[in-house]
């Protein structure tokens, strides 16, 4: 679906209920009862296919008392009814709606009263059949009429057609009110049910790719000292699986939506980005993630030839918007190096390498004689952020074409070597605090100085072989700098890492780009941090990010705001964005995984492990993770030592 065109008074989400398995949503309010207003409804493939779904319970609408999550994809609200009972407060009568992602809600009544009940129950039902796209921008259209269809109710429009049916068959039908009722006898302690099932009618029940035996993602599981974790690492793999996506045109090739509500399509270079978080539950998401976007490279022999598109993207105030098509082609040959390392099949490495060899025929083309990878192209800024996909992409592809006895490595290895000094000599702002490196230059060469969450890239140099990473574009000391800077106040808020330091012009704890926690950059962060052996920065932004998800019931969202944390405080939600998000569930699983350091060289058949040794979160435990497409536990104890605990036969245990 494409995403949505957004407008000022796009409905907020930060206090929905979005259960999802997409293609399929159903978004509630904490009170349960669907209204119409805003963004409450049912969804498939991006149309509000029922908008209003109201119970009443012997004529009164049921007092919410509890909703919550149950999973990725359902929700559970808990009502309470009080009859005619002349005295007390207590309901005599419990109301319970179970509402799956799929379109089904299951409606069941239990009664505590001392007497047989009878009870009339009235569920009210409409729809405008609006897609979200105009939902979001405030023009859904008109509730439709309906029609009696089978044992419930059709609508009807000129762009589609939707049905609720009932079990059992209610007792009455009306449409020109859109109500279908019940009456009902409970004997003291009884109970009942209605199931609704909302449906197109081109089409059968859906189910996630994720739910299916063919989810390319493990079922790993983690445990510890910190319950936290194992609840953050549960979620954060629902989370993925519920939004999966098949290419329709290659249904074995799945891909993870950017995020619901409002961007359950493909966007590269987050699908990307979040397939190489998730690496550690096997390779399989990588390689249909990498088949997917190869489809859709750019043909020759035009200037754009060999590029990944994708649509532009705000940059915040400092900066024009930059391109994602950009990160997008630098990513895809980094995921396939990667990915090999941890144990892509050859055949799958040798089928992607000519769309690898594309990626970076691109870079240097584009380059030309340039150090520096401008974007958007041909007269962009030069950004930070880009220059480290750049470098990583040449490396890690550099290493990919030799590993695989294709030319061109050594060429990208000198442009790497080029850019590395270009880089500490220009990007490197000196001043009275240490310095730190420019956000970029401007196309007439000026610097421009924030200090942004972008800066993390530079710490995110790519895994070679033999558990090691490649060089960044950072001298010792510079990076020694940046750390303390990530490690900060002005960067580090307590919940997470800004996108933009709080002393900086223009900063907003609210701006995508300009202060909010990108919970994605934070988990790139912890593991950069980690990596380059700065572990108390590491530690205090790992502890943030789990705090934070601890307060969002471990359903990270794809940013909030960065406020500063407090004592008592809880982290604030920023009220457009998506959760969840592919980005924010595959930082849950590289924030835990990290803490053990995984190093795979699946071709030279070892792993290496470089765990956070000042272990933050105590004792833990993941089990059940892939490398070499075998299962693989480790084990982290209190005093930081890492143990394999189940690997692949004959893979041996680097130094």
């Known amino acids: 679906m494409p995403p949505p065109r957004r407008s000022a008074e796009l409905p907020p989400t930060h206090t929905a209920l979005i259960c999802v398995s997409l293609p399929s949503l159903a978004i509630s309010t904490e009170h349960g009862q669907l209204t119409g207003h805003g963004l409450e409804g049912f969804y498939r493939a991006g149309r509000r296919l029922l908008s209003r779904c109201q119970v009443r319970v012997a004529g009164r609408e049921p007092l919410a008392v509890q909703a919550r999550m149950t999973r990725a994809d359902s929700a559970r609200f808990v009502g309470t009814v009080r009859t005619f009972a002349p005295f007390g407060p207590d309901p005599d009568v419990v109301v319970e709606r179970l509402r799956q992602a799929d379109g089904t809600e299951r409606i069941t009544l239990y009664s505590a009263a001392p007497r047989p009940l009878r009870l009339p129950v009235e569920v009210a039902l409409g729809t405008d059949l609006a897609d979200l796209g105009a939902i979001a921008s405030g023009t859904p259209g008109p509730e439709l009429p309906a029609s009696v269809h089978d044992s419930g109710l059709r609508w009807s429009s000129p762009s589609g057609s939707s049905s609720v049916t009932a079990d059992p068959p209610p007792a009455d039908a009306l449409a020109s009110a859109g109500l279908l009722r019940w009456e009902f006898v409970l004997p003291p302690g009884g109970s009942t049910s209605v199931e609704l099932r909302v449906r197109t009618d081109s089409a059968g029940p859906v189910r996630a790719v994720g739910r299916t035996a063919t989810s390319p993602l493990a079922p790993a599981r983690a445990a510890g000292d910190d319950p936290r974790v194992q609840a953050l690492f549960r979620t954060s ?13 290659h249904p074995a090739d799945t891909h993870l939506a950017a995020g619901a509500p409002w961007r359950c399509g493909l966007a590269p270079a987050e699908a990307l ?8 539950l096997g390779t399989r998401l990588a390689a249909g993630t990498l088949r997917t976007l190869a489809r859709t490279q750019l043909p020759g022999p035009e200037r754009q030839s060999g590029m990944i598109p994708g649509p532009r993207r705000d940059a915040g105030t400092h900066l024009p918007p930059g391109c994602t098509g950009t990160e997008a082609t630098l990513l895809f040959p980094v995921l396939l190096a990667e990915a090999r390392r941890w144990g892509l099949p050859d055949a799958e490495t040798e089928e992607l390498l000519p769309a690898a060899e594309r990626c970076l025929t691109w870079l240097r083309a584009t380059v030309g004689d340039a150090p520096y990878l401008r974007d958007p192209q041909p007269d962009g800024p030069v950004r930070c952020e880009t220059q480290a996909h750049a470098h990583r992409a040449a490396l890690l592809g550099a290493d990919l074409l030799d590993a695989c006895g294709r030319p061109g490595g050594a060429g990208l290895r000198q442009w790497a070597q080029e850019l590395r000094i270009a880089f500490r000599e220009e990007f490197w702002l000196d001043d009275l605090g240490g310095g730190r490196p420019a956000a970029a230059r401007a196309p007439d060469g000026r610097p421009v ?24 574009l950072l001298d010792k000391v510079q990076t020694e700098q940046l750390a303390r800077l990530l490690g900060g106040p002005a960067m580090d808020s307590g919940w997470g890492l800004r996108g933009l330091g709080a002393k900086e012009a223009g900063y907003n704890p609210f701006g995508h780009r300009g ?10 962060a912890v593991a950069g941090l980690a990596a380059a052996g700065y572990e108390k920065e590491a530690t205090s932004l790992l502890r943030g990010a789990l705090a934070a998800a601890e307060a969002f019931g471990h359903r990270l969202p794809e940013m909030y705001a960065g406020e500063q944390r407090t004592d008592g405080s809880v982290p604030v939600p920023h009220p457009a964005a998506c959760r969840p998000a592919a980005t924010a569930a595959a930082a849950g699983v ?14 030279a058949g070892t792993v290496t492990l470089r765990s956070v040794r000042s272990a933050p979160l105590g004792e833990i435990v993941l089990t059940g993770l892939r490398v070499v497409g075998a299962p693989f536990s480790v084990r982290v104890g209190r005093l930081g030592l890492a143990m394999v605990e189940e690997a692949a036969d004959g893979l041996q245990l680097g130094v």
Do not use: F, K, N, Y
Not at 273 to 280: F, I, K, V
Not at 590 to 603: H, M, N, Q, V, Y
């Open 237 to 249: 793999i629902e989370d993925l699986q519920a939004l999966l996506l098949r290419d329709p045109a």
């Open 273 to 280: 980005a979040a397939a190489r978080m998730t690496l550690p």
């Open 449 to 472: 100085p924030h200090l942004g969450a972008a800066a993390v890239h530079l710490l995110d140099t790519g895994l070679l072989g033999g558990g090691e990473w490649a060089s960044g």
């Open 515 to 524: 202060g909010a926690v990108r919970t994605h950059e934070t988990a790139i």
């Open 590 to 603: 590289l924030l835990l995984t990290t803490l053990a350091g995984i190093r795979p060289d699946a071709p």
